[in-house]
T-cell receptor, first 113, second 112 residues
Framework: KQEVTQIPAALSVPEGENLVLNCSFT??????LQWFRQDPGKGLTSLLL?????REQTSGRLNASLDKSSGRSTLYIAASQPGDSATYLC????????????FGQGTILTVHP | EPEVTQTPSHQVTQMGQEVILRCVPI?????FYWYRQILGQKVEFLVS????????KSEIFDDQFSVERPDGSNFTLKIRSTKLEDSAMYFC??????????FGSGTRLTVV
C-alpha cells in the first residue's frame, strides 16, 4: 500500500526566502507525481505535474524534482511571497494513467512580510 | 487547463438524510473521481468512474454511497443516510495525461 509523507508539517519563513518542501513515497512504481496548493477551506490547485520518466518540472518560481528510485520529490519555491502562504500537497498516481492519487498530509507554509 | 464545477459549495443536512453532490466536468472525458477531506486530515480517494461504471472504490465507499452520471454530463455522489462522520469536503476530479488531475472547488458537507 502506497504511503506518502511530507516534511516539514509546517514552515514559517520571512518574505524573500528560498525554501524546499519534501515529499517521500514508499512504492516507486508510480505513473506520475503532482504538487497541489490548497488555500484554507478551498479546493486543490495543480501546481506541477512530473511524469515518472521526468526528473523535474518548472513553472515560474516553482521547481519540482523527482527521484523515483529513492521515492522522493522536492518542491522548491524561490523568492517566497506572502501570497505563497497555503498548504502544499504532494500526491502520487500509482500504476496507470487513470488510477487513484495517494496524498501526503501537506506542508502548511506561512510567509510573513 | 480544463475546469470542474461543483455544486453546492456548502450543504448542511441532518443526520440520516440523503444528500446528492453534483459535479460538472467536461463532457467528453471518461474518467472521473470523488475524493474527500475530513477537516485536518489527508485527502482520501473514494471512487473512480470510467465509461459510466465504477472502476475502483475504496473501503470508505460502502453501500451508503453511490455515483452516477444521469444525463451524460453531470456526475453525482449520493450518500443515502448521512452520519456525523460524513462531514467533510468532497471533491470531484477528472484526469488527463497532459494535465494530470484537475479538482473542483469542493462541496463542504456538514452533518448535524
Amino acid at each position: 500500500k502506497q504511503e506518502v509523507t511530507q516534511i516539514p508539517a509546517a514552515l514559517s519563513v520571512p518574505e524573500g526566502e528560498n525554501l524546499v518542501l519534501n515529499c517521500s513515497f514508499t512504492d516507486s512504481a508510480i505513473y506520475n507525481l503532482q504538487w497541489f496548493r490548497q488555500d484554507p477551506g478551498k479546493g486543490l490547485t495543480s501546481l506541477l505535474l512530473i511524469q515518472s520518466s521526468q526528473r523535474e518540472q518548472t513553472s515560474g518560481r516553482l521547481n519540482a524534482s523527482l527521484d523515483k528510485s529513492s521515492g522522493r520529490s522536492t518542491l522548491y519555491i524561490a523568492a517566497s511571497q506572502p501570497g505563497d502562504s497555503a498548504t502544499y500537497l504532494c500526491a502520487v498516481l500509482g500504476g496507470t494513467s487513470y488510477g487513484k492519487l495517494t496524498f501526503g498530509q501537506g506542508t502548511i507554509l506561512t510567509v510573513h512580510p | 487547463e480544463p475546469e470542474v464545477t461543483q455544486t453546492p459549495s456548502h450543504q448542511v443536512t441532518q443526520m440520516g438524510q440523503e444528500v446528492i453532490l453534483r459535479c460538472v466536468p467536461i463532457s467528453n472525458h471518461l474518467y472521473f473521481y470523488w475524493y474527500r477531506q475530513i477537516l485536518g486530515q489527508k485527502v482520501e480517494f473514494l471512487v473512480s468512474f470510467y465509461n459510466n461504471e465504477i472502476s475502483e472504490k475504496s473501503e470508505i465507499f460502502d453501500d451508503q454511497f453511490s455515483v452516477e452520471r444521469p444525463d451524460g454530463s453531470n456526475f453525482t455522489l449520493k450518500i443515502r443516510s448521512t452520519k456525523l462522520e460524513d462531514s467533510a469536503m468532497y471533491f470531484c476530479a477528472r484526469s488527463d495525461r497532459n494535465y494530470g488531475y484537475t479538482f473542483g472547488s469542493g462541496t463542504r458537507l456538514t452533518v448535524v
